[in-house]
């Protein structure tokens, strides 16, 4: 029996959160590794755009949003009630993940990546995206999770990002004293559904052994 096949990367933070997800939701699939400046030609014929994450189902059926993977594999399964918070609702949950990957994506990958970009100040673009960490920290305050006292879709839907902002200057980040944030963080970081989707794979080529992702396990 075929399985889903997971076109990723492992330090994209679009990727992550799809694997999160579907380790999360217990939905096995084959997971091939992509890198980035050779594309294989199977994941341009699926996607055009060719961005990670895609997943293909046993159907033919292609999600090319990272969002959408998340949903499709929590609404089979979510034995950990990602999409159920304990505070607001999931189109609240969803209107705080949109302005992660929106205004404070803009601002992180013209801060972090300004060599791609024309005449930009990467400080201010920091200090524009530190608004969001203001808006995070405020709510972490309250809460140890973004919609109550245990993790849900916001949470491990925004975390890849606030990971990679925090390192561009870690020591900068750390010293800014958002210590829900901060603790938050760590929190997620730290915990099995990160570190078991973090897991080094070689480069995916046509023909290869199947690597089989299932369950919070690689087989």
């Given amino acids: 029996m075929g399985y889903p096949v997971l076109y990723s990367f492992r330090r994209c933070p679009y990727a992550m959160r799809a694997r999160m997800a579907l380790s999360a939701s217990g939905q096995t ?30 159907t033919g059926q292609i999600f090319e949003q990272s969002l959408d993977i998340m949903r499709w594999a929590l609404e089979k399964n979510d034995p950990l009630g990602w999409l159920d918070p304990e505070y607001g609702t999931l189109g609240d949950m969803l ?25 930009v100040d990467p400080l201010f673009h920091r200090t ?10 405020k709510i972490l305050g309250q809460y140890n999770y973004l919609f109550g006292t245990k993790p849900t879709l916001a949470d491990y839907a925004i975390v890849p990002f606030i990971r990679q902002f925090a390192n561009t200057e870690r020591n900068w980040f ?36 199947p690597i089989i992702f299932a369950n919070n396990t690689i087989e």
Avoid at 95 to 115: P, S
Avoid at 128 to 137: A, P
Avoid at 183 to 192: A, H, I, M, P, V
Wanted: hydrophobic letters at 35%.
């Fill in 29 to 58: 699939c084959e997971i091939r590794e992509v890198v980035l400046s050779k594309k294989p030609r199977e994941l341009i014929d699926l996607s055009p755009k060719a961005t990670v994450p895609v997943l293909q189902l046993v």
């Fill in 95 to 119: 209107e705080l993940i949109k302005k992660a990957d929106g205004d404070f994506k803009y601002n992180l990958d013209h801060y972090k990546y300004v060599q791609r970009y024309k005449n």
């Fill in 128 to 137: 524009e995206g530190e608004i969001f960490l203001k808006i995070l920290d």
């Fill in 174 to 209: 750390d010293a800014l004293g958002y210590n829900s944030l901060q603790k938050w963080l760590d929190n997620l970081l730290t915990n099995n559904q990160f570190t078991e989707i973090m897991n080094k794979y070689p480069a995916w080529q046509s023909g290869d052994k």
